[in-house]
């Protein structure tokens, strides 16, 4: 169990980490959210797996680290806040620039071409 | 009390000066004289316990941590030099006050002039070695202020840029050799080090040490191969360069070295150190004053020399020989102040320095000529002078080092070289300067004495040069034998302040210096003419050229990290935490535990690889970017999934609320973006990002299994058994949010609401046209709000609301709580908007969702503060039981209503954030003119 647990973390890491890397603001954006997926769950498993016992006392004979869950709970609603504000940011920057390149590039080659035709008009 | 009040009241001169430029010149520089007259007065009466070899500490905690403390320490080496930067400054004062033009920016001056001031006295004066670093590099700031006062001239602003550069590299460098003393010593408390001398000099680290600190004092006071700067800093004014070159910075260096003297000296690296440096930049100093045809060039490179000199004399590490030095370090300080002075007086008076046209003053000032005479007499070492008393002394030491052979024979001849030239230029001096024929092209023509007092602070420093040369014993006696005492950690040698000890060996030095230098002087044409067969390197020109290589360099460097891509940056982050982690994963490798593995059932084994191909699928087809969201959500649902197989029931409601908000978002972006995302990076490059993607991920799967199967112990046995009893409440996750850990989720629903304003505030007045279609050929439809969703939505928001207020409600004992209750009320209301449109659900909802933020942070701080109220901390909560018809015994915590403010917040800020988005179109912003948002 422990090992697909971590196979699962190390999967949303990778899948994460490669649309990180894209060029455009809506793979990263994405990228992001399978990396604070895989991050949740990493923190999460610093309480270690365990079944049947939920930290509500008197429903379990045992409970599991109340600790971890309470601050991956936070983390989930704050991953959001920072995954909607980003958004915002790649919507602000498409709406000023037209642009949703992250990688320092302004346009397409064939984007150019059109820009160049505008003001030439 | 009184000495940090020495050293504070020239800053707050500083600062209180320039409201004095009102008044006119003299109010400003009376004013500025306030803090020196103060601090003269405050230190007299320590006078008593000096004198008989006592310090005076005054020390106060500052970080003790660190062993930084306001500890200021007086003995008499300290004294000796505040002496001469009160003194020699009240002095300066006057002089500027007629050497600055009304015109000129007097605040500036007066208010920089105190901070150089207050933070030399710092240097002399503190008592804890971090504490005078701090010190050193302010005077390094000031003087490059200083320098540069007259920032219009670029020579000056080059020069000023140099000094700042070679004593900064030095502060630096002494820095480091300060941080080893402390760490050898155990304290940086100048008590302590200077008690520790033998524990520092047996150290295996005392020649890096002490290479460091006297890096750091080699650069301060100009020491060869550092020189160079001195010269160019004579672009200040010269009240500037009277005080800062010649009495007080460039002694800085001095002052280290004999503070530092019986924790540092008398090793063999510190003799051949110190006194091979100080050999070289005597000799080189007073060579090239020789053949400089500016006034303030020559008196440079003579003070160069000077203070060569004195390093020499603080190498040797005789007892003799460090009275020597502090002893010149009093002479050259009187003589060359007033000399630069003087030279002043006649660039203001002739407008120009250049020796080559000032000739035969003379007959336009003798009362000048006569007080530069004395000086520079003084300067060339003529008995019954002071400037002769310490040269004897020198020469006499110079005789005394025990080196091998014939190398006994080089310091004495260094000596008498450098008196030679010694003489030499400062016959130049007086001779070029005063007599030898007429003026030529002079700027001001005649020129004519300076106003009286212009003269004043020059003949004070030259009757002390006079009085000290006839009556030493008099005259500094008593300040000298304390000042040597504290240099030398007690044990005075005997020595005499005679005018004349009979006839010997130095005496006969100083007689070959003196005919010797007339010699030269005479002669002066022919060497004139062998140095100029020298191709003169300008360190200035050297200079800039080696910043301006570094520029382009850092320039270079920046342009290549800094590209403005933010795919390099996360790749290049990406990479050193991979590299900085492969070290210590490779100790780890495939690691199990004690604990080991536990055994997989066939549903979470499914459903871990349905997790695991969407993942890699969302990656895979992410250009599709419609499908890559769809899959996204696929990995969103069974994280939660995964929160709720493992024992987090609370997790799971959240993860799957947040994920219904998150794609709804995502969906909403997607509206107005390109919906697929064109192939732009290269296969090689796509090969990178997967080998670099992979890595990561193998990196926490190993970190994560060693963890996993690791055993552990967890502060939370507190919280389990103290929730009920001392929170009220049995779902520990949500006492814990509420209650222990309250002031963190204060924190958290903070930053929620600041995201939410920020989302609001970046699209306020921001409009985008979505494109027409999806961009793959489908148009969007043309039915926006179906009747079905509509006809299910409409009753699924009472319904879900009763959800969650029983979640809401039940949160403190049963998995739920005020973040998942206003998640779930979030997603009932956004369902209203995407079944029946923004314009008819914002009809119907008659409040602002920046009140409902507000109001969210307020509860939570009242609930939070009415313990106060009790006399108790912030946010503690109290609890007590009721009993309600039909629902029965019931809890009511103090802890509910933060939850509330909890529960508000979370709903104002992820419908502030979302409507936002939605109102973006400028067709729904339009027609919605009702606008609730």
Known sequence: ?121 | MSLPLVVLLPFLGAIAAPLFAQGGRTAIAIASSVPALIALAALFPHWSVLSAGGTVLHSYEWLPVLGLSFSFRLDGLALLFALLILVIGLLIIIYSHYYLKASENVAKFYSLLLCFKGSMLGIVLSGNLLLMLIFWELTSLTSFLLISFWTHKQDARRGARMALAVTGGGGLALLAGILLIGNIVGSFELDDVLAAGDLIKAHALYPVALTLILLGAFTKSAQFPFHFWLPHAMQAPTPISAYLHSATMVKAGIFLMARLYPALAGTEQWFYMVSFTGMATLLLGAYIAMFKHDLKGLLAYSTVSHLGLITLLLGMGTQLAAVAAIFHVINHATFKASLFMAAGIIDHETGTRDMRRINGLWRYMPHTATLAMVAASSMAGVPLLNGFLSKEMFFAESLELNLPGLWAWLPPIIATLAGIFAVAYSARFVHDVFFNGKPVDLPKFPPHEPPRYMKFPVEILVFACIMVGVFPTIAVGPLLFAAASATLGGDVPDYQLAVIHGFNLPLLMSFMAFFGGLLMYSQRQRFFDFHARFREIDEKAVFEAVVSKFVLLANRCTSWLENGSLQRYAMLLIVSVIAVTVMPLADIGFDIGENGLSAVDGATALAAVILILSALATATWHRERFYALVLLSVVGLIVALTFARFSAPDLAMTQLSVEVVTIVLLMLALFYMPSWTPLESSKAQRTRDILIALAAGAGMTLITLAILTQPFSSISDFFLENSKPGGGGTNVVNVILVDFRGFDTLGEITVLAIAALGIYAMLKDTALTPPPGDGLGHAWTRDHYPLMLRQIARPMLPLALMVSAYIFLRGHNLPGGGFIAGLITSVALILQYIASGMIWTQDRIRFRYHNVIGLGLLFATIAGSGSLAFGYPFLTTTFGYITWPIVGKFEVASALVFDLGVYMAVIGATLLALVSIGRLSPHSAIKSKKEGV
């Open chain 1, 1 to 121: 169990m422990e090992l697909l647990f971590a196979l699962v973390i190390g999967a949303l890491t990778a899948s994460g980490v490669y649309l990180l890397l894209r060029a455009r603001t809506f793979p990263v954006v994405m990228g992001l959210t399978l990396l604070s997926y895989g991050v949740n769950l990493f923190l999460f498993a610093t309480g270690r797996l365990a079944t049947g016992e939920q930290p509500v006392i008197g429903t379990a004979s045992g409970y599991s680290d109340p600790l971890p869950q309470a601050l991956v709970l936070t983390a989930i609603v704050i991953g959001f806040a920072m995954t909607a504000f980003l958004v915002v940011l790649a919507l602000r920057n498409l709406a000023d620039n037209e642009n949703d390149h992250v990688d320092g590039q302004h346009e397409t080659p064939s984007e150019q071409t059109q820009d160049q035709e505008v003001t030439s008009k």
